[in-house]
Structure formats: structure tokens, C-alpha cells
């Protein structure tokens, strides 16, 4: 059985693929992004986006800015864990049971990628 998290990890990276070929836009003028199922931000949402921004920090999908992939940089990757794993804590008990096991999976998939980002070995997703 394929966990969700790492489904999720797959759609960050066919997202984050499709992003770089759209050209730049001025994020300054987009005012809300609203989500069509609730009318605004979801928490599995929030919790992708920082999924996403470990991804970059990786090096495992391009930077979305410059479309390029950064060098690994496993201080700030183990930032946004640590961001993670302190919502999962506050949340514990608030959340539904997907966006628990949705967390709860993130977390563990990229705690697995940061031990093997530490001993030097590839990204383990291949766009």
C-alpha cells in the first residue's frame, strides 16, 4: 500500500514540474488563492506547502522562484520538520483523522529523507 504522504510527495513534485513552465508571475497582485471545496486555505494544504519547501531545501524539486535546483541545505529542511512535526503537536486532537494520518506520514517520509539526505545519498523522488 503506497502511503499518502508519499501520493502527496508525488503531486508536490508533478506540481512543482508544472510550475516551472508556467512563466513568473507578481505575487503582489494576487489577492486570495481560495480553495474550491472550502473558500480558503486547507490545513493539508499549509502542511504541503511546508512539505514542499523541504522538498526545495533537498534539492529534490526546483527552487519555484528561479526554477533551478538548489543545493541541499539540510539546516533549513530540518527547519521545516521540526515547523511540521510542532503543528502536528499543537494540533494533536483537533485534527481529522486524514489530515492526522496526512501529517503523520509527511513527517515520517521526510525524517526517512533528511537520514538519507545525511549520509549523502539522491534525491529519492526522480521527476
Given amino acids: 500500500m503506497v502511503s499518502s504522504a508519499r501520493v502527496w510527495i508525488v503531486s508536490i513534485v508533478a506540481l512543482a514540474s508544472f510550475a516551472s513552465a508556467v512563466p513568473s508571475c507578481d505575487y503582489a497582485s494576487i ?6 471545496e472550502t473558500g480558503g486555505v486547507t490545513f493539508a494544504g499549509f502542511v504541503l506547502s511546508l512539505a514542499t519547501t523541504a522538498a526545495v531545501h533537498f534539492g529534490d524539486i526546483a527552487e ?3 526554477g533551478e535546483r538548489l543545493e541541499p541545505n539540510l539546516t533549513a ?19 481529522a483523522d486524514e489530515e492526522a494520518r496526512l501529517i503523520e506520514d509527511l513527517l515520517y517520509e521526510l525524517r526517512l529523507r533528511f537520514v538519507q539526505a545525511q549520509q549523502g545519498e539522491k534525491r529519492i523522488i526522480e521527476p
Fill in 64 to 66: 519555484p522562484g528561479t
Fill in 77 to 95: 529542511a530540518a527547519q521545516m520538520i521540526d515547523i511540521i512535526a510542532m503543528l502536528q503537536q499543537k494540533t494533536r486532537g483537533n485534527l
Fill in 31 to 36: 489577492r486570495r488563492v481560495e480553495n474550491q
